[in-house]
């Protein structure tokens, strides 16, 4: 038998790492990723104009309030009390009264140069003062369909509080039993900027990170720098996690400045609640969305590929998140489902309760819950995923 073979002293001792090397790899790999984004003049077009312009136009230019409308009024009684109503619809409501008569009324909403028109009957002094009943007609042109149903409540509301006024001053009515008073919270003159402004800077939120964290996957897939990392002695959870921490760093702090410079400052829309809470809820939620955005840039070869798989899914993410149409208008099924996987719900929750009512952690904490688990889910598959297709592991 020959003698046992002696050890090599010559060979190179196992590779350890120590959680000070991942430490050091991980804030290297954060720099790259903070210069590759710094070297891309596009990209930081996007980031800014996403949290300056993007918010300021959606917030000021997409209305759904009325303002400044022109009313054909067709005045058939000619009493105080129709003058009374005419003098009533004044701006910023009404922009302009046009007198009709009961010919023109067709050609103008047919047309479409009158969207309302008011026609008040002969006799309509008489008939309210002899307390016999009354009918106002309104004619509106529902083509226009969110102006036409709220412009007719406030036209409604208008009209039968100055019949409500002329009959009191004639002694006519008797106090109602119940009267009910309205009083309207987080939002006294229901403007739709003070809305759809934070709601734009969470839409940009979920866009940018999904778009900025795999188009830097995708970008050294292209370029061939990802192999440059592969003979580094790095694992993929530090590659990962430097995409996911770099990238989530920039858009939370351009979300930040946009709350406090462009919604709180340019817009006038006062913010509630605690900005770093939100800000933590929103990393939370960064580590999802950025997790999904590495996982579609490992599904996807190229850019081009990698912007028709992101179309759709950011397309039902926003529109099923209570961003854009309340959660309770779903089906109960589907509600279900989307709060089950998809993390946008419990953060347009979390933005909104914190941001407008000024919520606390004692309030928030199921929704930061909620973001922590999806997001560790959405990292976790990701990873294997990210392992298996970069790494072949």
Same mark, same amino acid.
Request: net charge neutral; proline share 6%; glycine share 8%.
């Given at each position: 038998? @020959? ?8 060979a190179?001792?196992?590779? /350890?790492?120590?959680?000070?090397t ?5 804030? /290297? ?5 903070? +210069?590759s984004?710094r ?5 930081l077009? &996007?980031?800014?104009y ?6 300021y136009?959606? =917030?000021? @230019? =997409?209305?759904?309030?009325? /303002?400044? *409308?022109?009313?054909g009024?067709?005045d058939e009684?000619?009493?105080?009390l129709?003058?009374?109503?005419v003098?009533a619809l004044? #701006? ?8 009709l ?6 050609? =103008?909403?047919d047309?479409?140069?009158?969207v309302?028109?008011?026609e ?16 106002v007609q309104?004619?509106?042109d529902?083509?226009? $369909?969110t102006?036409?149903g709220?412009g ?5 509301s208008i009209?039968?509080?100055e019949?409500?006024?002329?009959a !009191? +001053?004639?002694d006519?009515?008797?106090?109602a ?6 009083r309207?919270?987080f939002?006294p003159?229901?403007?739709?900027? %003070? ?8 839409n940009n939120?979920?866009? *940018?990170?999904?778009?900025l ?7 050294? +897939?292209?370029? @061939? ?28 702090v351009?979300a930040?400045?946009?709350?406090v410079?462009?919604?709180?400052? %340019?817009l ?6 605690s ?14 969305? !950025? =997790?999904l955005?590495?996982? &579609? ?5 190229? $850019? ?9 899914i950011? &397309?039902?993410?926003?529109? &099923? ?9 779903m ?11 998809? #993390?946008? #719900?419990h953060f347009v ?7 407008y ?7 928030? %904490? ?7 688990? *999806? ?12 392992? +298996?297709v970069?790494? @072949?592991?």
């Amino acid at each position: 038998m @020959g003698s046992p073979a002696t050890p090599d002293r010559t060979a190179p001792a196992p590779f /350890r790492i120590g959680l000070g090397t991942h430490a050091a790899n991980l804030f /290297r790999l954060i720099v790259k990723e903070l +210069r590759s984004i710094r070297a891309d003049p596009v990209m930081l077009f &996007l980031v800014v104009y996403a949290f300056t312009f993007a918010v300021y136009s959606v =917030a000021s @230019g =997409a209305s759904t309030e009325v /303002r400044n *409308l022109t009313v054909g009024v067709v005045d058939e009684d000619q009493s105080d009390l129709s003058r009374q109503i005419v003098s009533a619809l004044n #701006p910023p409501l009404v922009k302009s009264v046009v007198a009709l008569t009961p010919a023109e009324i067709d050609p =103008a909403m047919d047309t479409g140069r009158l969207v309302f028109v008011i026609e008040l009957p002969p006799r309509l002094q008489m008939d309210v003062l002899s307390g016999r009943p009354a009918e106002v007609q309104l004619g509106v042109d529902a083509t226009a $369909m969110t102006q036409a149903g709220n412009g007719s409540i406030y036209l409604q509301s208008i009209i039968a509080q100055e019949v409500a006024r002329f009959a !009191a +001053r004639s002694d006519l009515t008797d106090t109602a039993p119940v009267q009910v008073v309205t009083r309207a919270k987080f939002n006294p003159n229901l403007q739709t900027s %003070w809305f759809t402004s934070v709601m734009q800077v969470i839409n940009n939120i979920t866009l *940018l990170t999904v778009i900025l964290t795999g188009a830097a996957l995708i970008r050294e +897939r292209e370029q @061939g720098t990802v192999e440059h990392l592969l003979v580094m002695p790095l694992v993929p959870v530090e590659i990962m996690l430097a995409k996911v921490i770099a990238n989530g760093l920039v858009i939370l702090v351009g979300a930040g400045l946009s709350l406090v410079f462009v919604v709180e400052g %340019w817009l006038g829309v006062p913010i509630s609640g605690s900005i770093p809470l939100f800000l933590f809820g929103a990393g939370l939620y960064a580590l999802a969305v !950025a =997790a999904l955005g590495i996982l &579609l840039g490992t599904i996807a070869s190229s $850019m081009g590929q990698f912007g028709l798989l992101v179309i759709p899914i950011l &397309l039902l993410m926003q529109l &099923l998140s209570g961003s854009s149409t309340p959660m309770e208008s779903m089906p109960f099924w589907l509600q279900i489902v989307v709060q089950t996987v998809s #993390p946008t #719900p419990h953060f347009v929750a979390l933005a909104q309760a914190v941001l407008y009512r000024g919520a606390g952690l004692s309030v928030v %904490w199921p929704q930061l819950l909620a973001l922590a688990a *999806l997001g560790s889910i959405y990292f976790a598959f990701a990873l294997t995923r990210f392992r +298996r297709v970069i790494f @072949g592991v």
